[in-house]
């Protein structure tokens, strides 16, 4: 049976090399996409490259709108085998230290890097059950890491920002509660670090390409059976990524 992943903000970036990158191991592709034509877009273009892919309308921050996407896959396919929380943002004064951050920022970041994949998962966490053996990856960032963004030695120790870090702190604990909850199910959880892509979050900045990024959650989504759960996966800024490395939380 084909299996149906679901990728929010799909429409660019990691988010759709992710999309494609299912799409090429067989499985029908969902390209969630909070605006309609730009999903379109990307689904045309998935299409033309010989995937499978559907566009939804998904934006993540809209309780109406993830509840109208889930009852869509639901009504479409009964169950979902793959879900990708891709959709991610940074804040517009990226620097930003913590004595110059605002709640506003904070509220915003966390809303839908946080907030959001609680949200969604939970609206498709039903039809997650429902399929055999379901995948959830959450697109997470080395930045996240405690570890890391308090080592003297590590390179990450130069960043000061306060909110997209904190968010994908959260974000693994997020992950790792989820793999807690469903640690006796087949359902498995687990956190991709892409390593720092060239996407518009960082204005093309990035060393990678969003299809080098999108590989570790590729394989997070496509784990056997005997995989892990519960992780946060590939390697830390300055390596390859590398999804069979865990990196410190
Ligand atoms: N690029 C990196 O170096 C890097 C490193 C570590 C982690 N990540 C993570 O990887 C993920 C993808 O990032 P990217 O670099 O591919 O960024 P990107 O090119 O800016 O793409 C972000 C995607 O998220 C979508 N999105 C944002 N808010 C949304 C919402 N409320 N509802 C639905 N979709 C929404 C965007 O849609 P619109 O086009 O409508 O804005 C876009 O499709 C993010 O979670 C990011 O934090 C990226």
């Known amino acids: ?28 592709v969902l390209v969630g996409a909070r605006d309609e034509s730009l999903g379109r877009k990307a689904e045309e273009s998935l299409r033309e490259g010989g995937v499978d892919a559907r566009f939804v309308q998904l ?3 809209d309780d109406a709108s993830v509840q109208r996407a889930a009852e869509w896959v639901a009504d479409q ?40 994949v609680v949200a ?40 000061v920002d306060l909110a997209y870090p ?5 974000l693994n604990m997020v992950t790792a509660m989820y793999a807690k909850e469903l640690w006796d199910t087949p359902v498995k959880v687990n956190a991709a670090i892409p390593g720092y892509c060239s996407t518009d979050l960082n204005g ?19 784990l056997p059976a005997d995989g892990p759960t519960g992780g946060y996966w590939g390697a830390l800024f300055g390596n390859e990524p590398d999804e069979n490395a865990t990196a410190p939380w």
């Open 59 to 61: 934006d993540v921050t």
């Open 77 to 116: 396919y009964g169950h979902l085998d793959v879900l990708v929380n891709n959709a991610g943002i940074v804040a517009a004064a990226e620097g930003a230290k913590p004595s110059e951050t605002s709640r506003q920022v904070m509220h915003r970041l966390f809303d839908t890097n946080v907030f959001s």
């Open 204 to 222: 093309y900045s990035g060393v990678r390409t969003a299809a080098q990024g999108a590989s570790v959650g590729v394989a997070l989504a496509t």
């Open 166 to 170: 904190a968010s994908k702190t959260a």
């Open 1 to 28: 049976m084909t299996h149906i992943a679901l990728i929010t903000g799909a429409n660019k970036g990691i988010g759709y090399e992710t999309a494609r990158l299912l799409g090429e191991r067989g499985m029908t």
């Open 120 to 159: 969604v998962t939970n609206a498709f966490l039903p039809l997650l059950r429902a399929a055999e053996a379901a995948r959830i990856v959450n697109l997470s960032s080395e930045v996240g890491s405690l570890t890391a963004m308090t080592d003297r030695q590590s390179p990450l120790v130069q960043l």
